[in-house]
């Protein structure tokens, strides 16, 4: 019997992925969930129950999550990376990370096929298959949705027949959880003129007013929040990710390209990404040069570029990751911001590393690193290859119309 390894969500698509390959293809079905941090204890139990019911000879839980903060979200800190300013990058990193996960299982129990539940019109499809070819060459990649152009009621018509009755349509908005946020989609994604409703997101505003939260970087990870050290990078994110959902911060819509050429848009919530990155950001302002803050900037676009379009594999990212990590050497502090329901502002920092207290002067108060002629010298020549063009050319100087 041949074996195959189901990349297993418990969602639809993947659901009908088991049941089929077991009663239709006769094969051995491993089912895999690979968490990146936003299964429950009970959804996995769920997913275990239901994983047996559809037909699975096996089921297993790889949790990968420290390996995806270790690998991925560190860096994406580093790198304060956010696609086209906006979205953190949730759903695309972690797929990569769980086809990573898969394909080590299923070269570990030689497999001979693995499947994943994406579509043909977007994104996975991409990482999936990707990941699969080069970690897993000559096994052969099945997904059945895709290559069936299958629609929801056809997957669940077919279930029901089988004597599977979950019910996967009773829910208005599909929802994907993780770490590093919380994607959205339904209706009104479709609609470039319409948001999405308060309803639509998974964790409400509970608070009113303002509050305080202080996170602490040593060398540009997050060890603190509101002063309690954590030793768990993972543990620390959670903590924000609670006090941050709390005031409804981290809400927001996200349009872009797409892998194939799309543009896709997408609602997400994520309150622990967008406060760290804007408090890391904001520290970083504090304690980098202007030449270490410009280049870093390029190449984490990159780095985020890269990881959306399923190029995490390739050898470039290393590299930009060593340029990254070196980045953070003085990237140590503590960050105050202010939370307020649906929004948030950094407020101040403390860093041993502050540049801006400098033995040279105070901007725009007092300077004692030169002279006022010192400072009359440099304007002069700042000012020289100016002088000269337009010693040349002066029509080309600003003039009255």
Not at 17 to 24: D, G, I, P, S, T
Not at 153 to 173: H, I, M, P, S, W
Not at 267 to 291: D, N, R, V
């Amino acid at each position: 019997m041949k074996k195959v390894v189901v990349a297993y969500s418990g969602g639809l698509d993947t659901s009908y992925a088991v049941m089929y390959l077991a009663r239709e293809k006769g094969y051995e079905v491993h089912a895999v969930s690979a968490d990146t941090g936003g299964f429950s204890k009970a959804q996995l139990k769920a997913n275990e129950e239901n994983a047996y019911k559809l037909g699975a000879k096996h089921f297993a839980v790889i949790d990968i999550t420290q390996e995806y903060y270790e690998k991925s979200l560190r860096y994406m800190i580093f790198g304060n990376v956010l696609r086209n300013g906006t979205y953190p990058i949730s759903v695309s990193s972690e797929r990569l990370f769980q086809a990573m996960a898969v394909a080590r299982y299923a070269k570990q129990i030689g497999a001979d096929a693995i499947a994943h539940g994406s579509t043909g019109a977007g994104n996975d499809q991409v990482r999936f298959d990707m990941v699969f070819l080069v970690m897993c060459p000559g096994v052969e990649i099945i997904t059945l949705t895709r290559d069936g152009n299958l629609t929801r009621k056809e997957e669940v018509d077919y279930l029901n027949a089988g004597g599977f009755q979950a019910d996967f349509t009773r829910l208005k908005y599909s929802y994907n959880v993780g770490l590093w946020g919380t994607s959205i989609c339904g209706s009104e994604i479709l609609d470039s003129r319409q948001g999405l409703p308060e309803s639509a997101y998974l964790k409400q505003v509970q608070k009113s007013g303002s509050e305080t939260l202080a996170l602490g970087f040593e060398g540009g990870e997050l060890v603190s929040v509101n002063g309690k050290a954590y030793a768990d990078r993972v543990a620390a994110i959670q903590a924000v990710e609670r006090i941050g959902a709390a005031w409804g911060v981290g809400r927001d819509m996200h349009v872009g390209d797409t892998i194939i050429g799309l543009k896709g848009r997408v609602g997400f919530e994520a309150a622990a990404p967008m406060l760290i990155i804007a408090a890391h950001k904001f520290l970083e302002k504090f304690t980098l040069s202007k030449w270490q803050q410009y280049w870093k900037d390029q190449v984490a676009t990159w780095y985020g570029m890269f990881l959306h379009e399923s190029q995490y594999l390739e050898p470039v990212m290393r590299d930009i990751e060593a340029m990254l990590e070196s980045s953070q050497r003085y990237v140590t502090g503590t960050v105050t911001l202010e939370l307020r329901p649906c929004a948030f502002s950094t407020v101040g920092v403390d860093s041993p590393y502050d540049l801006l207290k400098s033995k040279l002067g105070e901007y725009g108060e007092t300077q004692r690193g030169w002279s006022a002629e010192e400072a009359k010298g440099f304007i002069k020549l700042l000012a020289n290859p100016l002088r000269v063009f337009y010693g040349c050319h002066p029509d080309e100087l600003p003039h009255d119309e």
